[in-house]
């Protein structure tokens, strides 16, 4: 079993870059496809991209069209680590992200059904 805890989230200007993280225990990450996820107050949950596992398939990454282009999603195997890189930040960026883990999928799917979660972090974009 995996435990997932995400970090990096705070208040930002509009325009401005954070790089929130997903650090695992318990289990090797390479192992699992990563979701990140994002819902705001009053809003539904929605799926921002994910990362297949490193071990079975050829890394694939894919993006929610409303942050492709702007957020970029990474792996660094020797931390046990999914990095969530969010450039040109939106006031409607604004929600607490999470990420979620799964070791059934082939490769992955954004908004899709994860088996572990993180607790979250807090993005606020605002000037």
């Known amino acids: 079993q995996v435990q997932l805890v995400e970090s990096g989230g705070g208040l930002v200007q509009p325009g401005d870059s954070l790089r929130l993280s997903c650090a695992a225990s318990?289990?090797?990450?390479?192992?699992?496809?990563i979701g990140w996820f994002r819902q705001a107050p009053g809003m539904v949950r929605e799926g921002v991209g994910c990362?297949?596992?490193?071990?079975?398939?050829?890394?694939?990454?894919y993006y929610a069209d409303s942050v492709k282009g702007r957020f970029t999603i990474s792996r660094d195997s020797a931390k046990n680590t999914v990095f969530l890189q969010m450039d040109s930040l939106k006031p409607e960026d604004t929600a607490l992200y999470s990420c979620?883990?799964?070791?059934?999928?082939?490769?992955?799917?954004?908004?899709?059904?994860?088996?572990?979660w993180g607790q979250g972090t807090q993005v606020t974009v605002s000037s």
């Open positions: 990362i297949s596992n490193s071990v079975t398939s050829d890394e694939t990454i």
């Open positions: 979620a883990a799964d070791a059934a999928y082939t490769y992955c799917a954004v908004g899709g059904d994860y088996d572990y």
């Open positions: 318990g289990s090797t990450l390479d192992r699992y496809a």
